[in-house]
């Protein structure tokens, strides 16, 4: 019978990270893959059986190779903090790693909860991200992506799709909106610069603008309600300082100097 590694990037998730390793405590293998957090995340971690690998983050594409390399079993499932496996999801699991001949990845829809309820659109189901079952050498991300990170299949044979969801919880309140809108921006812009984008002022405001219509209006997230508005709010604000930060970026904005003043 095929074996399960899962992996779980963190940092400072310690409110969250013993929910998500319940989840997956049928696995065969569980690993933290933890980036120094400040918190007790790591101690969460050990404490419930799993094995804690501290990596320095780099950017997420990285930090998903070489979390990768640490699983020990043929088959890996990637969870992340914000994200519980469900009891279907895992017979599902169960059941495709049994198959005579199962694909070689396979893409996991996630069921998103906020404020109270599940969201139905906002682009947020089924909400497939990346590969999150996959074989051991199928998947390969690009080591210099900080976000939002590419990956490469190594497979001839098509990806496959389950059917349950798992469930994500992607903003704890109010305040991780904000929190996220501001770290992703940070790295989308160095992801942008790389890229040889170019930033401005005129621009990240066309860009958040259109990014709250296409996904208040075009992805329906006025059907979502309060928790529509916020998220679109949110993704607004993520891509105006995306793009903001980027210019800033560019153009490396010094303070004038302030030479000493004395009594004349």
């Known amino acids: 019978m095929s074996k399960i590694s899962v992996y779980i990037i963190a940092w400072n998730e310690a409110d969250k990270i013993r929910s998500a390793l ?26 419930m059986g799993a094995r804690v690998e501290q990596i320095k983050f780099c ?36 059941a495709t790693v049994a198959l005579t001949d199962p694909a070689d990845a396979y893409y996991i829809p996630r069921r998103n909860y906020f404020m109270g309820r ?13 590969p999150q079952l996959f074989r051991k050498g199928s998947l390969h991300f690009k ?38 809108a501001n770290r992703y921006s940070s790295l989308g812009a160095k992801k942008l610069q790389q890229r ?5 002022m005129l621009k990240a405001l066309g860009r ?7 996904m208040y209006i075009l992805k329906k997230g006025i059907l979502d309600g309060w928790p529509g508005l916020v998220i679109a709010i949110g993704n607004f ?8 930060k980027l210019h800033e970026l560019e153009e490396n904005w010094q303070q004038p100097d302030s030479p000493p003043l004395r009594k004349k």
């Not at 939002?148 to 704890?172: A, C, M, N, R």
Request: proline content about 5%.
């Open 237 to 244: 604000e993520g891509t105006w300082y995306k793009y903001a």
């Open 208 to 214: 958040g603008l259109w990014s709250f219509f296409h």
């Open 59 to 94: 950017g997420f594409g990285e930090l998903r190779n070489q979390a990768m390399a640490a699983c020990t079993h043929d088959w890996i499932f990637s969870l992340d903090a914000d994200e519980r496996c469900t009891p279907e999801v895992r017979d599902e699991i169960l």
């Open 196 to 200: 040889g984008r170019h930033g401005g």
């Open 143 to 180: 080591t210099d992506d900080p976000v939002h990170e590419e990956y490469t299949i190594h497979s001839d044979k098509p990806v496959g799709y389950l059917q349950q969801p798992i469930w994500q919880f992607p903003y704890k309140n109010m305040e991780e909106v904000a929190q996220k």
């Open 22 to 47: 319940n989840s997956v405590l049928w696995a065969d293998e569980i690993i933290l893959v933890d980036s120094f957090s400040e918190d007790e995340t790591a101690a969460i971690a050990l404490e």
């Open 118 to 130: 599940w969201i139905k659109h906002s682009g947020f189901y089924p909400d497939y991200r990346q």
